[in-house]
């Protein structure tokens, strides 16, 4: 059980690495900041492959998003072998098969999401790291600024990350109540 879920862990982190890539191309992130370069870097080899990855709709760039989908494909192709034991897959576990990658895929993007906020929210309370601060302000800035344009900050106290941390919980609780197991195994 703990070589499963540490392959879980390992497949979430590379698609997080996809969904990051995107969601930096979408906030035109400065190109030479040494976080846009490591992720960059590490998603070059399979981005060059694909002809889309430059496509866009409506100024998102979707191709890490459908990256990562493939990857969560692949994370729970062989997690299904690693359970059954290599057997071909029952005809019941075909229907989970099919929505457990897109389950895994908006988990993780939650989890992404969540984890940019709070480092946004800490890196903004200590004075030394204000380059970090700014960097992580870019990236979160698409989720939220249409919080920002209803309640805009007041002073140096910005809640808009609260309100939209509240909301992926209660999106969270949400997907649980939807999906109930599947939800809790991705």
Same mark, same amino acid.
């Given at each position: 059980?703990?070589t499963?879920?540490?392959? $879980?862990?390992l497949?979430? %982190?590379l $698609?997080?690495?996809?969904q #990051? ?17 490591i992720v960059?870097?590490?998603t ?7 002809? $889309? ?12 998003f ?5 990857? %969560?494909?692949?994370a ?5 072998? #690693? ?15 099919l ?10 993007f ?14 903004s *309370? ?5 380059? *970090?601060?700014?960097?992580? %302000? ?19 106290i ?8 509240? %909301?992926i919980?209660a ?11 599947? *939800?809790? $195994?991705?």
């Amino acid at each position: 059980m703990a070589t499963i879920n540490l392959i $879980i862990m390992l497949f979430q %982190a590379l $698609i997080m690495l996809f969904q #990051l890539r995107s969601i930096m191309q979408s906030s035109s992130m400065d190109y030479y900041n040494p976080l846009t370069q490591i992720v960059v870097k590490l998603t070059n080899p399979v981005m060059n492959i694909l002809p $889309i990855k430059n496509i866009h709709f409506k100024g998102f760039f979707y191709c890490g998003f459908i990256v990562s989908i493939a990857i %969560a494909y692949v994370a729970s192709l062989s997690l299904f072998y #690693l359970v059954l034991g290599g057997t071909s897959l029952p005809v019941p576990v075909v229907v989970p098969y099919l929505i457990i990658p897109f389950i895994l895929t908006i988990k993780t993007f939650g989890y992404l999401v969540l984890f940019l906020l709070l480092a946004q929210a800490l890196t903004s *309370w200590l004075p030394s790291t204000r380059d *970090w601060s700014f960097t992580f %302000a870019q990236l979160t800035y698409p989720f939220v600024a249409p919080v920002q344009r209803v309640i805009p900050p007041i002073g140096m106290i910005d809640i808009s990350l609260m309100i939209v941390m509240i %909301a992926i919980f209660a999106l969270n609780r949400l997907f649980f109540t939807i999906f109930g197991g599947l *939800w809790f $195994i991705c």
